[in-house]
């Protein structure tokens, strides 16, 4: 069961709500996707799908994935799907770095494998022990009124995790987070993440205003795990780390450090699937708790996320996304779908959706 062909797409993802506002004045309104399909010698098809989340956010960009793909697909032609640490070893062989690209081809292998076995992928990740799990919703920067009326309208909608974007003005950033608790419930949690936004003076100035508030978690305040590590001794809110874990050896850094209580696990940050369970399950063994996501995406990175969060035991995962509600264009029908809050995922082989490949318009180029 070799691959025998690779093609890669391209389509564009549009926020729900328009703009999408993060602290350092990014803003997002479309992003461009990159869909990767592998076909075997024996017909079977697997899809993966990556879309950073703007050139400024993470060591990523959308045409980035695409040039890198042009590199990594003539290395891993002619190898079997179910070798899985075969073909990310010849991924690094080809090109150095560029994680969130591999992580197109590492999944859409995992989808192939659980299809070609008649398996979901979540069996293949350790198995289905989660049959529905909770959703959270990022409420996009703006002003304390706009962000709280932001929440009500999700509540009502069924989800009771918010990730407030702050970073900006410190004492607005206050303002904002505690408008939020007054306006929500014990059944709600609320994540104050800066997104690395502050330097390490406003970072410490926001901890002490809100240290205290029920509910909230404090999530990355600034760009680097040594001024994350000063903020956390001067705060008693449980930390949140995202952007500066990458790899095992970044998260194995901080949790030595006594850093936080729980990380974001963004499947392309890490380099797809196979590192992201390796980071699950050294987290499960670690007693962290986790939050399983991507940067961005659609259908097919929804999907990745929902197996990876099924096969995560319900004490060590903390909220998942799926991305899929957050954007207006879908290419496998919009499936998997939440429900009130939660999320599953599918249970048909491999990811277990249909991608509309008609949909997404002629290759940008096969190999």
């Not at 993440?193 to 240290?211: F, H, K, M, T």
Request: with cysteine.
């Amino acid at each position: 069961m070799k691959i025998a062909r690779i093609d890669v797409y391209g389509y564009d993802l549009s926020y729900i709500h328009g703009r999408y506002v993060m602290s350092g004045g990014r803003v997002i309104e479309t992003l461009p996707s990159t869909v990767v399909r592998i076909t075997t010698d024996d017909g079977i098809e697997g899809f993966g799908e990556v879309c950073p989340l703007g050139p400024a956010y993470l060591p990523s960009h959308g045409a980035g994935a695409r040039a890198a793909l042009g590199e990594l697909a003539p290395a891993v032609v002619g190898l079997s799907v179910g070798s899985i640490g075969a073909i990310n070893a010849a991924m690094d062989r080809a090109l150095m770095g560029h994680g969130y690209a591999k992580s197109a081809i590492d999944t859409a292998c995992w989808d192939a494998l659980g299809r070609s076995v008649g398996l979901p992928v979540c069996d293949l990740l350790g198995g289905r022990v989660s049959d529905t799990f909770p959703l959270y919703f990022a409420v996009p920067l703006g002003s304390a009124e706009e962000m709280t009326a932001y929440v009500q309208a999700r509540r009502e909608e069924g989800i009771h995790r918010f990730q407030l974007k702050i970073g900006a003005d410190p004492y607005e950033d206050a303002a904002r987070t505690r408008s939020v608790v007054e306006a929500t419930g014990p059944e709600d949690i609320i994540v104050a993440d800066a997104n690395g936004g502050w330097r390490l003076q406003d970072a410490v100035v926001v901890a002490r205003a809100i240290d205290g508030l029920e509910r909230v978690f404090f999530e990355q305040p600034c760009p680097t795990l040594e001024e994350c590590l000063i903020v956390r001794q001067r705060t008693t809110l449980p930390m949140v780390l995202d952007e500066c874990i990458r790899d095992v050896q970044s998260l194995l850094r901080a949790y030595e450090a006594k850093a936080m209580e729980a990380f974001n696990l963004k499947i392309s940050k890490v380099g797809g699937l196979t590192q992201a369970k390796l980071m699950r399950d050294l987290a499960v063994a670690l007693g962290l708790r986790v939050t399983i996501e991507d940067a961005w995406g659609g259908d097919i990175v929804t999907a990745a996320v929902s197996h990876l969060a099924a096969s995560t035991p319900p004490e060590t995962l903390f909220t998942v996304s799926f991305m899929n509600d957050w954007t207006n264009e879908h290419v496998a029908g919009y499936e998997p779908r939440s429900q009130a809050g939660f999320g599953s995922a599918p249970t048909r082989p491999g990811l277990g959706i249909d991608v509309d490949v008609a949909a997404l318009g002629a290759p940008l180029f096969s190999v």
